[in-house]
């Protein structure tokens, strides 16, 4: 089979305006970045609401593995596939990070024949959202050091100090560093680091901002530190955040784009999946809404995770009512939930998951019993995707759908990254039927739930905890943003995407465990409190052999390498 | 007067296409960025290459004062005055920095009437260029310490690693810090530091490239560092060239806008004046020498400066002969040169100043008679520019008129700020005569001169120093440049921009002085080695009042404070 690369040279793209007036976007509404990108003016939320309302479909997945399901080549072949069962979808997904794509991964956005293209444009700078992120970010740091040089005048703790400088490239170096070394004019030293941009706040900022005053107004509310006191000091004290917003102002504009088969695909943030919610922006999906039957958007990792954010954090900023959603599963991964394999990132899969084990897919599709209820604890229906590959038995599959069918949910394999769209025809099917009828779209707690009881509710509705302890640390801080009056804010619990548990070894549906929580932050602009369980790195490294070294121009000018 | 921002926003701009249509460059050559700005494709300096050849005209300056004499309001002003005169011209000018934008300065890319616009476009993003070579450069940056990290296999010298870190901020706690902090998966602890992007090698390497393969190969011969036997270290081995190039693709393509006049203006790439030589691309040129009768491009500081390095360095790659040279003066900084009065970045004019003073200027002239004389040194003739200010006394002017007039040099009154493009006709005519004429075009120095002859031919015959002394440090450098090849490369001197020597308070036209090379480095892949007199700040810091504080969106979402 060709390359990402290849397929996405050989498709026959329309011109973005067209795709845009498809959907009924006017061309006053278009800001075009070449022949194949647009911005939306956010005007479009207005003008198009009288246009029908879109039914609202999350893809989301099983618990993954360290090489990925296949859920954003899911949701683009969904996309893909209504148009082969007559119907029409939009697509909203993430923008891709840089910094990985030259550090261990590559570049991609889908993959085969379900990609959102032009794969050169989506893997690099794309229309600069994520350099407007960084520019952002660091501007508000810079004001932060400026104030210490200038004489603290608002009391920060230069160990209080959260607001970090952000890059958008794997560089580990980066991680702790020492500034504001030298001469006297040269700033105050003091410990600091560098996060990848994908862990901006701001970027998380972008993504949950309904419009640009909102945007401003989110940007005002970060806190960069504390004082010794515990007085949060904000962007808005050091008057940094309308820089921020006029550096953040085009980044708000959503990007058109178009798949292989033509289908319009909105790629807007990219905002960290495990500190962040890891979900596409707000602003795309209303957009989006009024612009076919169907618009198709992905959330971060597992159900548990990107799906849950997407419910009770996106969701409740965009007032957006899911009315479906799709759950991707893989034989593969449901056989390394029996816990019984080791499958690594980069490495071939060990030669016993590739025999015929129909056994160890029903130990492991616990998993996916249990995402499927987390889905259902929203009240919302889902469908069962299995995205097949070539190395399933039928009997394996079997064992997924008649799980499916015991839970009375419906089922479908999808081939749409050697097929395209017409790959995922059943599961396009099968979306549409469950879309169509009424669901009981709630959210997990209320927002005037505290803090604790958001996440004792996520960890054992969702996870299947049986408590949660907090550390020290934790506690201290949790009661501090209560008395902050961040107690309202929904919760975001970064823990690993590889088990339900915090603890990535733990396979399966796990239970008997407690949720450890060791560290609170509050990302009051994006809006919402995240916790940390266990190590949370948030700047990659590049891998010994980092996909960089194979990136390069060939002598026509074109981009080699990158896959 | 209203604010720039304010004059930017009354003009009535036209589609880009029709500007780039106009001047011969066809749909298919551009690829537009909204409305109003386009990229063009490099293709295009093959497919004009038919068309009439423009007169090259480069504008440069006196020793300008901390206030600046208004260069690029100059270029743009002529620009436009060619049309009021029934003449054809296309400008370029470099790209302004974001960092000092929210920094000091607040933005612009001329002033008054004689600017370039869409306003907010040009101060902040653009096309994302600067944000490529940000990110390009920190991409080789992170493969420079995963090399370390991995264990060091070419021998890098950690203390002499000269491949920092960019951002396009202003931040001081950047300039000295220490990276690779933290456990022993987070890299090799070492000094570093960050510099603003427009100090940048790839920014340099942006504006000196011909085309997209020999931006790859400069990448290629990036030097990061030395080993402890003094053996380079460059990007092509660590294998960070490609990605670099990768990364940088787009960014090649030089931005087409217009000015307030709709006279068609590049923009593109903005190398440092001091470190760097402080012109605008390369590429540019190639394309707008074929797209009108004068090509007028503008170069960074004084004559001294920007356009020795015009002359030496671009010229020499470009292959493109100038035909004309304007020099900007203004009275007040002739006045300044007078040496009896300190006029200060950001505070008013010392009231002494703003008297009629026509001996001050005559004292202070000394300084354009060298500037001059520098243009003519490589056998192009110069045109006096007085741009005109209110404070101006007639008697003033006149001193300015009579030592041109003195010297057979054409002078000529500009009032392009208030007026625009019909206040520089008289410029244009001046102009327009002298590049009718042939001219005796040749560089300072040949190639094959050793790297101190060439030092030394710019301090003795442009500077007016009378001999060069070398630091023991500087020295050494130059001994090893020489032994690894680099001895062929053209010079940059970095040296204050408010003397022709290396102090700042040596007014006028200063003798009897030695210049003092301190430091040298070698931007092989830019190609040309700079020699650092006393010292050179590459990142500069906030100020205790930032621009960015009073930069805003207002309630309908428009950039307010930016001017």
Partial sequence: MPTALEIARQATLKPIAEIAEDIGIPPWLIEQHGEHVAKIDLKAIEELKDQPKAKYVVVTAITPTPLG???????????????????????????????????????????????????????????????????????????????????????????????????DVNDRALRNIVIGLGAAGDGVPRQAGFDITAASEVMAVLALSKDLKDLRARLGRIVVGYTKQGEPVTAEQLKAAGAAAVIMRE????????TLENT????????????????????????????GEFLVTEAGFGADMGAERFFNIKCRVSGLKPDAAVVVATVRALKSHS????????????????????????????????QLENIRAHGVEPVVAINGMPSDFASERRVIHELA?????????????????????EIAEAVAEVASKPNNFHFLYPSEATLRQKIEAIASKVYGADGVDYAPLAAKQLDGYEKNGFGNLPVCIAKTQYSLSHDANLKGAPTGFRLPIREARASVGAGFVYLICGDMRTMPGLASKPAAISIDLDDDGNIVGLY
């Fill in 251 to 258: 980044a708000l504009k959503p990007n058109l784009l178009q």
């Fill in 339 to 370: 816990g019984k394999y080791k499958v690594v990132a980069g490495r071939p899969l060990p030669e016993d998951m590739l025999k015929e084990n129909p056994d160890d897919v029903a130990l492991g599709a616990e998993n996916l019993r249990k």
């Fill in 69 to 167: 399901e296949g859920k954003t080549t899911t949701t683009i072949g969904l996309g893909q596939a209504f148009s082969h069962i007559g119907r029409r979808a939009t697509i909203a997904i993430r923008q891709a990070s840089m910094g990985p794509t030259f550090g261990i991964k590559g570049g991609a956005a889908g993959g085969g024949y379900s990609q959102a293209v032009p794969f050169e444009l989506l893997n690099l700078h794309l229309t600069g959202d994520m350099h407007a992120v960084t520019a952002a970010h660091n501007q508000i740091s810079a004001m932060v050091d400026n104030s210490l040089y200038l004489g603290n005048e608002f009391g920060l703790d230069l160990n209080q100090i959260t607001w970090k400088r952000v890059l």
């Fill in 405 to 425: 069918a015991s839970m009375g949910i419906k089922s479908a394999v999808g081939t749409h990254f050697t097929d395209g769209g017409r790959g995922a025809t």
């Fill in 264 to 291: 319009p695909v909105f790629v807007h943030a990219g905002p960290f999946g495990n500190i962040a919610h890891g979900n596409s922006s707000v602003v795309a999906d209303l957009i989006g809404i009024h612009t």
